[in-house]
C-alpha cells in the first residue's frame, strides 16, 4: 500500500522502471513505511496492466497472486519472527500446550541459500523476477556474504529490493553493490493528519515519542504494553530516587527493545537540555522532569551512558537474561546521578 507521504517516493520510484537496477537498498527511519512501499514497488513491477504511474491494478492474475502470497516470481525474505505479512502464516499452526522453539528475529542462512537456490532458475512467467528482503541488517555475516555473491552476479531479470531502519549495519560491500534510495519521512502535518484519521488518540503526544514515525505512533497506541512504558518514563524522572531493581521486576515481561528504546529516546532528551540545544523531542510533556534530571548530571556522562545503550541494542533481539539486562542498564542510569534524589 501507498501512504499519503509516499507520493514523491513513488514518483521517483516509477522513474527508475525504464532502468531498473539489479539491487534497490531502500533505507530510511524506522515506522515510515518503507516495507510497504517495497512491497507496492514489487506487486507494481509484477502487474501486468500496471496504471500511468507505475501502480498495480489490483484485477489482473499477477496482483491476484500476489496479494494471496503465491506468485511464482516473487519471494520475500524476513525473519521468522515477522512471518505475518504477505504469505505470511505464523498464526496457523498454534497447538493449545505445545512448547514451540520461539521464532527467530534473524534472517537464518538457511533462507538465504534456498533463496539463491530460487533464483538460480528461469522466471515462471517470461518477465521479472522480485525478491524483497526485510529488515536487510537482520542478515548475520555468514547469510551477508552469501548473498554478497548473488549481487555480484545478479540472474537475468531478478530485481533485489532491500530494506533497512539501519543501513549503519550492512555491510559496505553489500551497500557498494546496490543502487541506495532514502525513504522521505513525513512532515508532522501529514503524520497527524494520518494518525487522526486512523482514530489515534493524543496524536501529537505520540507521534513525538515515536520521533515523528507514524507507524511507530499508531503502533504504540494500540500496544498493551504501553501503559507500563509511561510508568518506566515517570521513573525515569526520578533520577538518582529511580528503583532500579523494583523496576526490572515491574517490567520483566516487557520486550528488551521497547525497555532500551524508551530508555535511548529519554536519554536524547536529557542531552538535548544539558546541552541548551533546544526542547525535548521525544517527551516533550515531561520537560520539566527532565531539566530537573539534566541538572543533576552533565552532558559527558549522559554521552558515555547513551554509548552504552547502543551497545546493548546490538544484540536487544537475543540476550541471554532480559531482567539481568534491564537490572544492568537501569543501574548504569541511576549512576548518572550521583547520591541523592532530583530535587
Not at 507496492?40 to 504511474?53: M, V
Amino acid at each position: 500500500m501507498l501512504y499519503p507521504w509516499h507520493r514523491n517516493d513513488w514518483q521517483e520510484l516509477a522513474a527508475l522502471r525504464g532502468r531498473l537496477p539489479h539491487a534497490l537498498l531502500m533505507h530510511g527511519q524506522q515506522g515510515i513505511g518503507k516495507r510497504d512501499l517495497a512491497l507496492h514497488f514489487a506487486q507494481g513491477l509484477l502487474c501486468e496492466t500496471p496504471l500511468a504511474d507505475g501502480q498495480p491494478c489490483n484485477g489482473c492474475s499477477a496482483c491476484h497472486w500476489f496479494g494471496q502470497g503465491n506468485h511464482p516470481d516473487f519471494t520475500v525474505v524476513r525473519p521468522e519472527a515477522l512471518e505475518t505479512g504477505v504469505g505470511g502464516d505464523a498464526d496457523n499452526d498454534a497447538e493449545s500446550g505445545s512448547k514451540k522453539k520461539a521464532p527467530s528475529k534473524i534472517i537464518r542462512m538457511e533462507q538465504v541459500r534456498a533463496l539463491i537456490e530460487a533464483v538460480g532458475v528461469g522466471t515462471h512467467r517470461a518477465g521479472l523476477r522480485v525478491v524483497v528482503v526485510y529488515p536487510l541488517d537482520a542478515l548475520q555475516t555468514e547469510g551477508a556474504n552469501a548473498l554478497l555473491k548473488t549481487l555480484e552476479e545478479p540472474p537475468p531479470s531478478t530485481v533485489f529490493l532491500l530494506v533497512t531502519d539501519r543501513i549503519d549495519r550492512v555491510l559496505p560491500t553489500i551497500l557498494s553493490r546496490c543502487r541506495q534510495f532514502s525513504v522521505a519521512r513525513p512532515t508532522a502535518d501529514e503524520a497527524l493528519a494520518w494518525l487522526r484519521s486512523q482514530g489515534v488518540a493524543d496524536v501529537e503526544a505520540q507521534l513525538a515519542l515515536a520521533g515523528g514515525s507514524p507507524l511507530t505512533a499508531m503502533h504504540a497506541a494500540e500496544a498493551e504494553e504501553q501503559p507500563l512504558q509511561r510508568w518506566l518514563v515517570g521513573q525515569l524522572g526520578s533520577g538518582a530516587a529511580f528503583d532500579a531493581f523494583a523496576a526490572a521486576e515491574q517490567l520483566q515481561k516487557l520486550p528488551v527493545p521497547a525497555i532500551l528504546g524508551t530508555l535511548q529516546r529519554w536519554t536524547y532528551d536529557l542531552l538535548a537540555l544539558s546541552l541548551g540545544t533546544g526542547v525535548a523531542r521525544y517527551f516533550p510533556k515531561e520537560h520539566a522532569a527532565l531539566e530537573r534530571c539534566a541538572r543533576a548530571t552533565d552532558a559527558h556522562r549522559l554521552q558515555a551512558f547513551a554509548g552504552r545503550l547502543v551497545n546493548h541494542r546490538r544484540s536487544e533481539n537475543h540476550p541471554l537474561a532480559a531482567r539481568l539486562v534491564m537490572e544492568s542498564v537501569f543501574l548504569d542510569y541511576r549512576q548518572l546521578f550521583g547520591a541523592g534524589a532530583v530535587k
